[in-house]
């Protein structure tokens, strides 16, 4: 089955400064590939999410880059803000796009 | 009430006790799904199902039962439990049964196995 790597656990970032939070996966018939935000106390939501058709995908702040040869992808935030602070889960779909399968996460702190 | 709601939102459960938890969505999604939310831990998907069949069940142990009488609705039944099974439990649904469509989670169930 699918097994996603995600790097860092943990992650400090000054207000104003970027963010980069890595995904490896192993299935290479994956094609699609969802981030989602969970803030404190609150359920996931999706943030942004890209498929293997593509190689970039932005949407204000965030880009979500895709390399499918390596087998990884990669959430980028710009110009961080105290509201980007949360856990950032990334997924990749299994080769029959039955489930999803997730990262462990990334606690993104933006210090203020 | 819109969204996926799910209740309860907290449940402490003695290791004999059976209870459920019950999931509902206001979206007209077709598909439904049960994960576990431990502590620096993924994302564990436990069940799938799709216009009110299961399509997947992750190799989760039999003292946790699903039940989906249609597409609205999901349970979760629980019996004998054991202290590990301590966790966050998110509902979820989508438009379709398979994962390329955006997933709407519910605000979970806090359960605690004592």
């Known amino acids: 089955g699918e097994n996603v790597e995600q790097h860092p656990s943990t992650l400090s970032v000054q207000e104003g400064d970027s963010a980069v939070i890595k995904c490896t996966y192993s299935?290479?018939?994956?094609?699609?590939f969802p981030w989602y935000k969970q803030e404190l106390g609150k359920r996931p939501q999706l943030i942004i999410d890209?498929?293997?058709?593509?190689g970039e995908k932005k949407d204000q702040r965030i880009a979500v880059t895709l390399n499918k040869t390596a087998k990884h992808f990669s959430l980028h935030i710009t110009e961080t803000q105290p509201e980007d602070s949360a856990v950032y889960f990334c997924?990749?779909?299994?080769?029959?796009?039955?489930?999803?399968?997730f990262g462990a996460g990334t606690t993104v702190t933006v210090r203020a | 009430e819109t969204g996926v709601t799910q209740t309860p939102r907290h449940l402490v459960m003695g290791m004999t006790n059976k209870k459920s938890l019950k999931c509902e969505q206001h979206?007209?999604?077709?598909?439904m799904y049960w994960y576990k939310q431990s502590a620096k831990k993924p994302l564990e998907l436990m069940f799938v199902?799709?216009?009110?069949?299961?399509?997947e069940n992750n190799s989760v142990p039999s003292r946790f039962s699903p039940e989906c009488p249609n597409s609205s609705h999901l349970f979760l039944h629980l019996h004998t439990l054991q202290p590990e099974d301590s966790a966050l439990y998110l509902c979820a649904s989508s438009q379709e049964g398979t994962a390329a469509y955006e997933q709407y989670f519910g605000p979970g169930t806090r359960l605690t196995v004592t």
């Open positions: 997924a990749a779909s299994d080769s029959n796009d039955y489930k999803l399968s």
């Open positions: 979206l007209g999604h077709n598909a």
């Open positions: 890209i498929r293997s058709n593509v």
């Open positions: 199902y799709s216009l009110e069949e299961r399509v």
């Open positions: 299935d290479s018939a994956s094609n699609y």
